[in-house]
C-alpha cells in the first residue's frame, strides 16, 4: 500500500542559495599532469543559517576525466578542491533531509580565469559566484517544519565578494512582479471562461426555443 505523504497545501518557502566557484593560477604548468589551477566549487545558503536542518547531501559530477568523477558531500562545507587546466559544465545536485521532496540540480560552468579579482594581500584570485533560490511549493509536514526552523535568518553577506543582496532583491522584485503578471493572466482567463458560459447558455436557450418551435410546427402539421 502505497504510503500518503502530507504536505503543506497552500504553503511556499524560498531558500536562497550561493554556488560557483573559486580558482587560483599556479603561475605555471605542472609536468606530471598539466594542470595549471588549483579551483574549489562549492554550493552555500546565502543566509546565516544551518543547511544540515534542510539538506542531507549535495553531490557534484566533475567532468568523466577526474578519477571519482562523481563526488558527494555530506556536510558542509558543500565543497569540492581539485586542480585542472580547462573549464567544463559541473552538475550539483542537492539531496533534502525528507525524501519525499525531489532533489534539484543546478549546473555551474567551471572558471579558471575570469572574473578575476583581486584580493587584500594582492594577488588575483578567479571567483565566480551566481545567486539562486530553491522554491518548495507545498512542501512535505516533515520539511515544512525543517525549512520554517531556521527562518528569519539575515544574509551572510561577508562570505560572498559580490554584491549578492542586491541580486536577492532584484529576484524578490522580479518573483513579485512574475507572481502579480500570472494573477493578471489567471483572472484574464477566469473573465474568459466566464464569458464563455455565459455565451453557452444562452446558445443552448436559443437552440431550445428551436427546437421547441420545429415540434410544435411539426404537431400543427400532423393535424
Known amino acids: 500500500m502505497t504510503e500518503v505523504v502530507e504536505r503543506m497545501k497552500g504553503k511556499r518557502v524560498v531558500r536562497p542559495i550561493v554556488y560557483g566557484n573559486t580558482a587560483t593560477s599556479f603561475g605555471y604548468k605542472r609536468e606530471s599532469d598539466q594542470h595549471t589551477h588549483q ?12 543547511p ?17 568523477s562523481t563526488r558527494v558531500v555530506e556536510k558542509p ?29 543546478a549546473f555551474h560552468y567551471l572558471r579558471l580565469f575570469q572574473p578575476l579579482v583581486t584580493m587584500p594581500n594582492g594577488k588575483q ?23 520554517t526552523a531556521g ?16 541580486v536577492c532583491n532584484r529576484s524578490i522584485e522580479i518573483g513579485q512582479a512574475a507572481r ?7 483572472e484574464d482567463l477566469r473573465e474568459a471562461l466566464r464569458e464563455a458560459h455565459k455565451l453557452m447558455v444562452r446558445h ?3 437552440l ?16
Request: charged residues 30%; glycine residues 4%.
Open 125 to 147: 584570485q578567479v571567483i565566480a559566484e551566481y545567486f539562486d533560490e530553491i522554491i518548495f511549493q507545498e512542501p512535505t509536514v516533515p520539511m515544512y517544519k525543517a525549512l
Open 180 to 186: 502579480d503578471e500570472i494573477a493578471a493572466e489567471i
Open 151 to 166: 527562518e528569519g535568518k539575515k544574509p551572510d553577506v561577508k562570505r560572498f565578494h559580490n554584491d549578492l543582496l542586491q
Open 77 to 105: 562545507p558543500y565543497e569540492v578542491v581539485e586542480t585542472g587546466w580547462g573549464e567544463f559544465e559541473i552538475q550539483i545536485r542537492i539531496y533534502f533531509i525528507d525524501p519525499n521532496e525531489k532533489p534539484i540540480t
Open 204 to 206: 443552448k436557450d436559443e
Open 52 to 68: 544540515t536542518k534542510f539538506i542531507r547531501k549535495v553531490q557534484f559530477k566533475l567532468h568523466d576525466s577526474y578519477a571519482n
Open 39 to 50: 579551483w574549489t566549487v562549492f554550493l552555500r545558503t546565502f543566509n546565516a543559517e544551518d
Open 208 to 223: 431550445e426555443q428551436i427546437q421547441d418551435a420545429s415540434e410544435t410546427i411539426s404537431t400543427n402539421g400532423a393535424l
